[in-house]
């Protein structure tokens, strides 16, 4: 029986059966049998993640220190010849060094050399060091008598000697101490990998400019550092009108956002967005602060996310609301940092409380969530000129149910409680090519142990996923989302860069992970994909313009569009 809701409130009785079955596919705790996505706060919620983690990609800095020794000929014109039987390789206090470099030495004994020829060794040692991460090492051959074919070298391998910090940031001058202490540590040696450290560590940090220097220490064989910290910009924000929203809460959807960086001096980081849909049927707020806790570069962060709907369009009458709200605290560490790979580890804990109503029949259901994430991320220049960025998290949650439907009209599968591990995963890969082309590629996927939430289940289609169909698209608790994209670079009028793109896309997934629940005749199974055309038009740090047309190709999903056309500008400040 269909029933038309505009006029639903006439027949109270009736819709308190007819609306409940219909919403029990729209904000059922696990949908019985249906593959329609359950549009509810965990529904919506996911679709604002999906875009909340295409900003977290850093690349590599690339190559800081360049310590390899530039060779060159010698103006020496003799050509007197020596014949030398012990080459020694002494420190600056004439005791010999503790590495063996006879398979360098052995080369110039016991046949006739020049003066050329030692100096051609010196720079042979010297590089060696350079290679086995000392920074500053230098090999000397003094002036001396040859006695006896005896000749000897002095070896400078460079010890740390003192650190100046000259801060005119808002950065804590003790955080910069502690920083340097924990990056040298017990070293005696100037090694390049910790100095590269310390310089990108410094790098990370929002709302300073850092550089960093070496000089001749006050001290023999000594190397002195010199950490200069200026003030960049700590305060910005974003406005930003895209189309990307569900149409049950609003296509169209205004964003703005603000960020302030230093407000502490310990590194900290104070970011938060609001969004709001055309119609005002969607609003969400996000708040992120974060600050350096020792040394090492690990953060302490708390996070807070508010977000309040009611659905329109078809459910109208029903006066379908909800809201959800989470409260989280994490911790990062910069694990590993070096100037081609970048590693971050990451625990968090999330607690979150889902309620969706249905007032017009008096429909209440609330969830309770609580999440414990392990992860890893970062970003490794895997070849030349290409970046590689990767992501895996496993998520432990428990998850509480409570409903005032009857239980008659509860899902069969419906649990007061149950526990859920969900893992997840990225790897994309951003490859320039000549003529000012280039390639990205992209993979993400989930996995689960067992039928989820809407607020756990991956979303197949949208722009950051299968862009030929509709956001939120296949709501699935395994999936997987291929991307391909050829781009190019154009340059145009005084600083904007014109990039048009051709792609393809795949998404594939299950529905559920346990079909014990399932009707028979309910596939389920899910394939989508697409081609498309996407055009953007950008200045760095000051607007980006980006559209985006897709159509889905092969077997399509019923009710489809044909196209689908994706809008955003985004204007920063």
Do not use: C
């Not at 410094?202 to 001290?219: C, F, H, M, R």
């Not at 189309?243 to 001096?265: E, I, M, P, V, W």
């Not at 029903?318 to 790979?341: C, D, E, M, Q």
């Not at 889902?354 to 220049?381: C, P, T």
């Amino acid at each position: 029986m269909k029933i038309d809701l505009k006029f639903s409130l006439l027949f109270t009785a009736l819709l308190n059966i007819t609306a409940t079955n219909i919403y029990a596919q729209q904000v059922a705790l696990v949908a019985p049998a249906t593959k329609t996505p359950v549009v509810n706060a965990g529904f919506l919620n996911q679709e604002l993640k999906q875009q909340q983690l295409q900003t977290e990609k850093v690349k590599p800095s690339g190559e800081l220190f360049n310590n390899n020794l530039q060779t060159h000929a010698s103006s020496s014109q003799t050509t007197v010849k020596f014949i030398l039987a012990h080459i020694a390789l002494l420190d600056l206090e004439g005791k010999p060094i503790e590495e063996n470099l006879s398979f360098l030495t052995q080369h110039y004994l016991n046949t006739p050399i020049s003066v050329n020829d030692l100096t051609q060794l010196a720079e042979q040692i010297t590089q060696y060091y350079r290679s086995h991460n000392y920074l500053v090492a230098k090999a000397i051959l003094p002036p001396q008598e040859i006695d006896n074919g005896n000749v000897y070298f002095y070896v400078i391998k460079g010890k740390i000697g003192d650190t100046e910090i000259k801060n005119n940031s808002k950065l804590n001058s003790k955080l910069v101490e502690r920083i340097n202490n924990v990056t040298f540590d017990q070293a005696v040696y100037v090694y390049k990998d910790d100095l590269e450290k310390l310089a990108l560590l410094l790098n990370d940090i929002q709302g300073i400019e850092p550089s960093l220097s070496v000089k001749a220490g006050k001290q023999k064989e000594t190397t002195d550092f010199v950490i200069s910290l200026q003030d960049s910009k700590r305060f910005g924000g974003y406005a930003m009108f895209d189309n990307q929203g569900n149409k049950d809460t609003g296509g169209y959807r205004l964003s703005t956002g603000t960020y302030a960086n230093n407000l502490l001096g310990y590194g900290d980081e104070l970011k938060l967005d609001l969004l709001g849909s055309n119609n005002a049927n969607l609003f969400s707020a996000r708040l992120d602060y974060s600050a350096m806790i020792d040394g090492y570069g690990t953060r302490l962060g708390v996070i807070g996310n508010y977000l309040n709907y009611k659905l329109g369009g078809n459910f109208k009458a029903l006066k379908a609301n909800g809201n959800s709200n989470t409260l989280g605290v994490y911790i990062s560490h910069p694990s590993i940092r070096t100037p081609h790979f970048r590693l971050n580890t990451k625990v968090s804990f999330n607690h979150q409380n889902l309620a969706d109503k249905q007032s017009a029949v008096g429909l209440v259901q609330k969830r309770k969530v609580n999440s414990i994430g392990l992860g890893v991320y970062g970003s490794w220049r895997s070849v030349e000129n290409g970046v590689s960025y990767f992501s895996a998290t496993i998520n432990f949650g428990h998850q509480n149910n409570h409903t005032n439907e009857q239980s008659q009209y509860q899902a069969d599968n419906f649990k007061p409680k149950q526990s859920f591990t969900v893992f997840n995963y990225t790897f994309s890969h951003e490859q320039s090519l000549p003529k000012s082309f280039a390639l990205n590629l992209s993979l993400n996927g989930q996995f689960s142990d067992k039928n989820l939430d809407s607020s756990q289940k991956m979303l197949l289609g949208g722009l950051y996923g299968v862009r030929g169909y509709q956001s939120g698209v296949a709501s699935v608790d395994k999936g997987h989302i291929l991307q391909t994209e050829i781009k190019h670079y154009l340059p145009l009028f005084k600083e904007s860069i014109l990039t048009t793109s051709a792609f393809y896309d795949a998404g594939f997934g299950s529905y559920y992970k346990d079909t014990k629940s399932l009707d028979d005749s309910v596939d389920n199974s899910v394939s989508l994909q697409s081609i498309g055309l996407g055009f953007n038009l950008s200045v760095v740090n000051n607007y980006s313009l980006n559209f985006i047309w897709a159509t889905p190709v092969g077997k399509k999903l019923k009710n489809t569009d044909n196209n689908q056309f994706w809008l955003s500008l985004v204007k920063t400040f």
